[in-house]
Protein backbone atom coordinates (compact mmCIF):
# COMPACT_ATOMS: atom_id res chain seq x y z
CA UNK A 1 0.00 0.00 0.00
CA UNK A 2 1.16 3.55 -1.13
CA UNK A 3 0.00 6.68 0.34
CA UNK A 4 0.41 10.25 -1.49
CA UNK A 5 0.52 13.38 -0.52
CA UNK A 6 0.89 16.28 -3.18
CA UNK A 7 1.93 19.65 -1.57
CA UNK A 8 3.24 22.98 -3.54
CA UNK A 9 0.38 24.31 -5.24
CA UNK A 10 -0.86 27.61 -4.93
CA UNK A 11 -1.88 30.65 -7.41
CA UNK A 12 0.56 32.22 -9.70
CA UNK A 13 1.04 34.93 -12.02
CA UNK A 14 1.86 33.86 -15.87
CA UNK A 15 5.28 33.32 -16.42
CA UNK A 16 6.23 32.35 -13.01
CA UNK A 17 7.49 29.14 -11.61
CA UNK A 18 5.96 26.50 -8.65
CA UNK A 19 7.30 23.68 -7.64
CA UNK A 20 5.00 20.52 -6.92
CA UNK A 21 6.11 17.86 -4.32
CA UNK A 22 4.38 14.55 -3.69
CA UNK A 23 5.35 12.71 -0.62
CA UNK A 24 4.52 8.69 -0.64
CA UNK A 25 4.74 6.49 2.05
CA UNK A 26 5.99 2.76 2.17
CA UNK A 27 9.80 1.46 2.03
CA UNK A 28 9.16 0.40 -1.73
CA UNK A 29 9.29 3.53 -3.31
CA UNK A 30 12.13 2.85 -5.51
CA UNK A 31 9.92 0.21 -7.01
CA UNK A 32 7.19 2.73 -8.33
CA UNK A 33 7.11 4.57 -11.16
CA UNK A 34 5.67 8.32 -10.39
CA UNK A 35 3.30 10.08 -12.44
CA UNK A 36 1.52 13.76 -12.38
CA UNK A 37 -1.46 14.48 -14.09
CA UNK A 38 -3.67 17.16 -13.80
CA UNK A 39 -7.51 18.12 -14.37
CA UNK A 40 -8.85 21.74 -15.30
CA UNK A 41 -12.92 22.28 -14.41
CA UNK A 42 -15.18 20.90 -17.13
CA UNK A 43 -11.84 18.66 -18.62
CA UNK A 44 -10.88 15.52 -18.72
CA UNK A 45 -7.82 14.36 -16.48
CA UNK A 46 -4.98 14.28 -18.78
CA UNK A 47 -0.94 12.66 -18.22
CA UNK A 48 1.68 15.40 -17.36
CA UNK A 49 4.74 13.62 -16.53
CA UNK A 50 6.28 10.65 -15.35
CA UNK A 51 9.16 9.16 -14.35
CA UNK A 52 10.06 5.79 -14.16
CA UNK A 53 11.78 3.56 -11.16
CA UNK A 54 15.49 3.52 -12.99
CA UNK A 55 15.16 7.49 -13.45
CA UNK A 56 14.07 7.35 -17.08
CA UNK A 57 11.24 10.36 -17.87
CA UNK A 58 8.97 11.50 -20.40
CA UNK A 59 6.59 14.10 -20.61
CA UNK A 60 3.54 15.73 -22.66
CA UNK A 61 4.13 17.70 -25.47
CA UNK A 62 2.13 20.97 -24.10
CA UNK A 63 4.80 21.00 -21.05
CA UNK A 64 8.34 20.12 -22.82
CA UNK A 65 10.92 22.59 -21.87
CA UNK A 66 8.61 24.01 -18.88
CA UNK A 67 8.14 21.19 -16.78
CA UNK A 68 10.78 18.89 -15.03
CA UNK A 69 10.10 15.88 -13.10
CA UNK A 70 11.93 14.36 -10.75
CA UNK A 71 12.64 11.87 -7.76
CA UNK A 72 14.66 12.02 -4.78
CA UNK A 73 13.93 7.80 -3.75
CA UNK A 74 16.15 8.48 -0.17
CA UNK A 75 13.40 10.70 0.89
CA UNK A 76 10.25 9.05 -0.69
CA UNK A 77 9.29 12.43 -2.87
CA UNK A 78 8.75 13.15 -6.16
CA UNK A 79 9.03 16.59 -7.92
CA UNK A 80 7.46 18.25 -10.29
CA UNK A 81 9.09 21.78 -11.23
CA UNK A 82 6.77 24.05 -13.50
CA UNK A 83 8.51 27.16 -14.95
CA UNK A 84 7.27 29.64 -17.65
CA UNK A 85 3.40 28.76 -16.38
CA UNK A 86 0.16 29.30 -18.58
CA UNK A 87 -3.16 29.72 -17.48
CA UNK A 88 -3.64 26.89 -19.14
CA UNK A 89 -2.09 25.19 -17.06
CA UNK A 90 -4.66 25.42 -13.99
CA UNK A 91 -5.82 22.63 -12.99
CA UNK A 92 -5.71 20.70 -10.01
CA UNK A 93 -2.40 18.19 -10.09
CA UNK A 94 -2.36 14.60 -8.82
CA UNK A 95 0.67 12.26 -8.25
CA UNK A 96 0.44 8.83 -8.98
CA UNK A 97 2.67 5.35 -8.40
CA UNK A 98 2.23 2.46 -10.45
CA UNK A 99 4.56 -0.87 -10.23
CA UNK A 100 4.84 -0.96 -13.86
CA UNK A 101 8.54 -1.61 -15.32
CA UNK A 102 8.06 -1.17 -19.18
CA UNK A 103 11.64 -2.18 -20.62
CA UNK A 104 12.02 0.24 -23.14
CA UNK A 105 11.43 3.80 -23.63
CA UNK A 106 8.68 2.98 -26.53
CA UNK A 107 6.87 1.10 -23.82
CA UNK A 108 6.73 4.02 -21.36
CA UNK A 109 4.16 5.08 -23.33
CA UNK A 110 1.99 3.33 -21.17
CA UNK A 111 2.87 5.74 -18.23
CA UNK A 112 0.64 8.28 -20.32
CA UNK A 113 -2.26 6.35 -18.98
CA UNK A 114 -3.97 6.50 -15.88
CA UNK A 115 -5.42 3.30 -15.98
CA UNK A 116 -1.47 2.36 -15.41
CA UNK A 117 -1.14 3.85 -12.24
CA UNK A 118 -2.30 2.21 -8.63
CA UNK A 119 -2.20 4.66 -6.28
CA UNK A 120 -3.49 8.19 -6.54
CA UNK A 121 -2.85 11.33 -4.43
CA UNK A 122 -5.83 14.04 -3.39
CA UNK A 123 -4.11 16.73 -5.50
CA UNK A 124 -3.33 20.09 -5.41
CA UNK A 125 -4.43 23.24 -6.91
CA UNK A 126 -2.41 25.02 -9.39
CA UNK A 127 -3.89 28.75 -10.77
CA UNK A 128 -2.45 30.70 -13.22
CA UNK A 129 -3.47 34.02 -13.49
CA UNK A 130 -2.86 36.03 -16.96
Known amino acids: QVQLVESGGGLVQAGGSLRLSCAAS????????MGWFRQAPGKEREFVAA???????IDTDSVKGRFTISRDNAKNMVYLQMNSLKPEDTAVYYC????????????????????????WGQGTQVTVSS
Open 51 to 57: ISWSGGS
Open 96 to 119: AATRARPTTAQAMGIFRQGVTYDY
Open 26 to 33: GRTFSNYA
